[in-house]
């Protein structure tokens, strides 16, 4: 598979199971208030510029300097994240299991905080992204005029990033669409790895273990550190057509459109740059079904 139909299939399976904006390179440097365009090629995420660096949004709305309006953490107690597309489902993967699979004592594989076994339907393709420790910084909208926001002309046709999550490890797949279906079992195995004389048989460089690494595409990392360098998904905001009307073009009409009233009216999540994409990524076609006579 050509690697942008690679890139715009994941992104779009994640993103219509999420409502957020999955990135196909997770070590990207992506932070909240970045704003810019999606590619319309390869699909992914590219950054013109940030809001709280840029003085031609700060100067007109200082309460982007205030403490009060800087990005916020918000509490995690999940020790992992899921996110699975149509067609794909997750559920837990016993100890017992995962002891015999990998080699290791069970009690030991009791320890692991992830272990999961990931299906998809036979003869569909799936896509999962699942993420170790992660942590979520957000846009405080509350404390953000996000209409007055959306009047920076600048804006009018960027993707702003509201919302990042990162995390020290991830796993991101595009699953092969096979008769009988896929399956994959999965364990992060950080610190049991670590363990004295425990052979684990865990991929080069990474703390994972899976017993199945195929797939139309299939990505893993880990940080040894236990730093979290990954950003594996945002989400993404964009200037409805109703507020740009109103706000943008409303003095070219004779009459004012309506007002949106909230942010939801305002700001919508952000769209892709495609039509409707097959199994394997490529564009449907449009067929036009008027003929001359």
């Not at 489902?89 to 069970?106: P, S, T, V, W």
């Not at 009690?107 to 905080?113: G, L, V, Y």
């Not at 509350?142 to 796993?171: D, Q, W």
Request: charged letters at 30%.
């Amino acid at each position: 598979m050509d690697p942008h139909l690679q890139s715009r299939l994941y992104i779009d399976m994640i993103r219509q199971s999420t409502g957020r904006f999955p990135m196909w390179d997770p070590s990207k440097f992506v932070k909240v208030g970045d704003y810019g365009r999606i590619n319309p090629t390869s699909g992914e995420f590219e950054r013109d510029g940030n809001i709280y660096e840029d003085p031609e949004i700060t100067t007109p709305m200082n309460i982007l300097l205030q403490p009060s309006s800087f990005p916020q953490v918000r509490p995690n107690d999940d020790e992992q994240t899921v996110f699975c597309s149509e067609h794909t489902k997750f559920q837990d993967l016993e100890a017992a299991i995962l002891a015999i699979e990998a080699h290791i004592d069970e009690a030991m594989c009791s320890k692991s905080s992830l272990k999961l076994e990931l299906t998809t339907a036979p003869s569909q393709r799936g896509a999962f992204l699942v993420m170790q420790s992660p942590r979520t910084t957000f846009l405080p909208s509350s404390t953000i005029n996000m209409r007055e926001l959306a009047k920076r002309e600048k804006l009018k046709e960027m993707h702003l990033v509201t919302e990042v999550t990162e995390c020290p490890a991830y796993i991101q797949c595009i699953t092969d669409k096979c008769k009988e279906g896929t399956n994959h079992k999965i364990a992060h195995l950080g610190d049991i790895s670590h363990s004295k004389g425990v052979e684990t048989h865990l991929h080069p460089s990474s703390n994972w273990w899976t017993d199945n690494r195929t797939g139309a595409h299939f990505q893993e990392a880990c940080c040894e550190e236990g730093q979290a360098r990954y950003v594996p998904i945002v989400r993404l905001k964009a200037m409805s057509p109703k507020f740009k009307e109103w706000f943008y073009e409303f003095k070219r009409r004779d009459s004012l459109p309506k007002e949106p009233k909230t942010d939801d009216d305002i700001w919508k999540d952000g769209h892709v740059m495609w039509r409707p994409l097959d199994d394997d990524g490529v564009e449907d076609v449009f067929e036009d079904t008027v003929f001359d006579d």
